[in-house]
């Protein structure tokens, strides 16, 4: 579904300026939970790579721990297959710029 500038989904009835700010709310929620996240984990590889662990193990703790996350709340998941590139990717992202490198 796309949203038109005018707030129209579609050719529906525009948004509710109360649905509006809660959807404002909620993707500025979401975000913020996003990077929150983001940064634990960047913690935790920049932790792994100070004792030593090498690239490959560190990615496979990094899905241990997203996959106990994901336990936890199974009905909040997304499939597996869609994180597992993006968690890959944020893994060399951390570990770039603990090397210093863009």
Do not use: K
Not at 57 to 68: G, K, L, Q
């Amino acid at each position: 579904m796309s949203i038109a500038p005018n707030g129209l989904t579609d050719g529906s009835a525009p948004f509710s300026d109360a649905a509006r700010r809660a959807l404002t709310t909620a993707g500025a929620t979401y975000r913020a939970s996003v990077a929150a996240l983001g940064e634990a984990i960047c913690a935790y590889v920049e932790d792994l790579e100070r004792e030593g662990a090498q690239p490959d193990d560190i990615a496979d703790s990094v899905r241990s721990f997203v996959a106990d996350l994901r336990a936890s709340d199974p009905d909040a998941a997304a499939p597996t297959w869609v994180h597992d590139a993006l968690l890959d990717r944020l893994v060399a992202e951390c570990r770039e710029l603990e090397a210093g490198t863009p």
